[in-house]
């Protein structure tokens, strides 16, 4: 799957394109959770995301994932008035936060493996660097990296 957005008006004047759920939390207490209706990254980002997956025989697969992101500085905490007030492409701001990410992640499940219980064994890898470009400056600058290991195994009844 390949998806590009561009903007798309998320916050506008006297419209509110953000949701706001609140989940309840251990006794009385309220955890709220904020969301862009539509887009996950709001409207001020440009994202590319290539998805491809193989399949092998016996219950396997493998999965590539490559993602790129472009964001500027309109988020959930931007007043209407200031997200009105950029008439501008798509990221907005002086500086554009970049993402890039790298998933590699497999999967093998065994089905009956212990009895009637089958067995599904997860495994990822991600690669994740971002970087800050100054457009007054055109410079890149604040290289940051990361990698995440993700392991999971399931027994299914």
Same mark, same amino acid.
């Given at each position: 799957?390949?998806?590009?957005?561009?903007?798309?008006?998320? &916050?506008r004047?006297? /419209? *509110? +394109?953000? !949701?706001?759920?609140?989940?309840?939390?251990?006794? $009385?207490?309220?955890?709220?959770?904020?969301?862009?209706?539509?887009?996950?990254?709001?409207?001020?980002?440009?994202?590319?995301?290539?998805d491809?997956?193989?399949?092998?025989?016996?219950?396997?697969?493998?999965?590539?994932?490559?993602?790129?992101? &472009?964001?500027?500085? /309109? *988020? +959930?905490? !931007?007043?209407?008035?200031?997200?009105?007030?950029? $008439?501008?492409?798509?990221?907005?701001?002086?500086?554009?936060?970049?993402?890039?990410?790298?998933?590699?992640?497999?999967?093998?499940?065994?089905?009956?493996?212990?009895?009637?219980?089958?067995?599904?064994?997860?495994?990822?890898?991600?690669?994740?660097?971002?970087?800050?470009?100054?457009?007054? !400056?055109?410079?890149?600058?604040?290289?940051?990296?990361?990698?995440?290991?993700?392991?999971?195994?399931?027994l299914?009844?």
């Amino acid at each position: 799957m390949k998806e590009i957005v561009y903007s798309a008006m998320y &916050r506008r004047k006297n /419209v *509110d +394109f953000i !949701t706001f759920q609140q989940y309840h939390g251990n006794d $009385t207490s309220f955890i709220t959770h904020i969301d862009y209706l539509g887009f996950e990254y709001g409207r001020d980002a440009q994202v590319l995301q290539l998805d491809m997956v193989y399949r092998l025989p016996k219950n396997r697969n493998i999965a590539l994932q490559l993602f790129y992101m &472009r964001h500027g500085e /309109v *988020d +959930f905490l !931007t007043s209407h008035a200031d997200a009105n007030s950029h $008439t501008g492409a798509t990221p907005s701001g002086d500086i554009v936060a970049e993402t890039y990410k790298v998933s590699i992640s497999g999967e093998y499940s065994i089905d009956n493996g212990i009895s009637f219980v089958d067995i599904r064994i997860w495994a990822n890898q991600n690669l994740i660097g971002m970087r800050d470009y100054t457009k007054s !400056t055109r410079r890149y600058n604040d290289l940051r990296s990361d990698t995440q290991h993700t392991l999971r195994f399931s027994l299914i009844i």
